[in-house]
Antibody, heavy 117, light 109 residues
Framework: EVQLVESGGGLVKPGGSLRLSCAASGFTFSSYSMNWVRQAPGKGLEWVSSISSSSSYIYYADSVKGRFTISRDNAKNSLYLQMNSLRAEDTAVYYC??????????WGKGTTVTVSS | EIVLTQSPGTLSLSPGERATLSCRASQSVSSSYLAWYQQKPGQAPRLLIYGASSRATGIPDRFSGSGSGTDFTLTISRLEPEDFAVYYCQQYGSSRPLTFGGGTKVEIK
């Protein structure tokens, strides 16, 4: 079964750090670009970051540039998001998703990040 | 940045009716790299349409997508009870950032 499972979310104080992970299974992870997408409570979807299959191309939303770092380990079939200098406005459910959208689309169920003192 | 504007914000319809959702882009979306997602409360988004008009695997044929350039439409030919949800469009062409529209909520009238 094709699957993405996020982990690493939790409650963190403003200015703190978290590292999210996304474990992939059921497909050749190393062949696909990946995205992180977030959704603040009661709000719409916001793209956060993308990474190409070999990590050659990396992109960030302006809202997280300089604070978040996306990475991947193809040997471990895993995607990561290192989040530093967290702010209240980073509170959201974070999803990993395969890119680009295709007939067999894959999203994880999400992990919740809450930034609060 | 390509801004996607979805309309209407809320669509109130009855089961069996036709739903027409609009997504307008601030500039042309390259190669029709436009997707539509359905999201229900507490769930991850589910891809319905990619490439503006291709249905994802397992999506019923009552869902159809059309359009090109800056104007795109998602049509649900006859609403089923499970179709009441929020729908988002997304452009995923070479232009970064990737962007989503603000969403259209389809609610039961």
């Amino acid at each position: 079964e094709v699957q993405l499972v996020e982990s690493g979310g939790g409650l963190v104080k403003p200015g703190g750090s978290l590292r999210l992970s996304c474990a992939a299974s059921g497909f050749t992870f190393s062949s696909y670009s990946m995205n992180w997408v977030r959704q603040a409570p009661g709000k719409g979807l916001e793209w956060v970051s993308s990474i190409s299959s070999s990590s050659s191309y990396i992109y960030y939303a302006d809202s997280v540039k300089g604070r978040f770092t996306i990475s991947r380990d193809n040997a471990k079939n895993s995607l990561y998001l290192q989040m530093n200098s967290l702010r209240a406005e980073d509170t959201a459910v974070y999803y990993c998703a395969r890119y680009p959208p295709s007939a067999e689309d894959v999203w994880g169920k999400g992990t919740t990040v809450t930034v609060s003192s | 940045e390509i801004v996607l504007t979805q309309s209407p914000g809320t669509l109130s319809l009855s089961p069996g009716e036709r739903a027409t959702l609009s997504c307008r882009a601030s500039q042309s979306v390259s190669s029709s790299y436009l997707a539509w997602y359905q999201q229900k409360p507490g769930q991850a988004p589910r891809l319905l349409i990619y490439g503006a008009s291709s249905r994802a695997t397992g999506i019923p044929d009552r869902f159809s997508g059309s359009g090109s350039g800056t104007d795109f439409t998602l049509t649900i030919s006859r609403l089923e009870p499970e179709d009441f949800a929020v729908y988002y469009c997304q452009q995923y062409g070479s232009s970064r950032p990737l962007t989503f529209g603000g969403g259209t909520k389809v609610e039961i009238k």
